[in-house]
């Protein structure tokens, strides 16, 4: 079965700094795998089994240095 997920720009900005705190420097259109993945899972009908793979593709240099700042800070 698949799944198409969305969620808005503001949760891949909040993705990417949550990921930036914990040592992970990514670009918002990469960090909005987690923001779908937590919209997904809050769900309580979306159980999963087994492990999880979020994979996160893009570096935060590529969103420039203003991107990067925000996503290290808060």
Request: hydrophobic share 55%; proline share 5%; charged share 15%.
């Amino acid at each position: 079965a698949i799944t198409i997920v969305s969620a808005p720009d503001e949760a891949a900005l909040s993705a990417a700094r949550r990921l930036g705190q914990s040592g992970l420097f990514v670009e918002p259109t990469s960090a909005i795998v987690l923001a779908a993945f937590e919209h997904l899972t809050a769900d309580p009908a979306a159980a999963f089994d087994g492990p999880t793979v979020l994979i996160l593709t893009s570096s935060g240099l590529k969103a420039g240095v203003e991107a990067g700042a925000a996503a290290m800070t808060h």
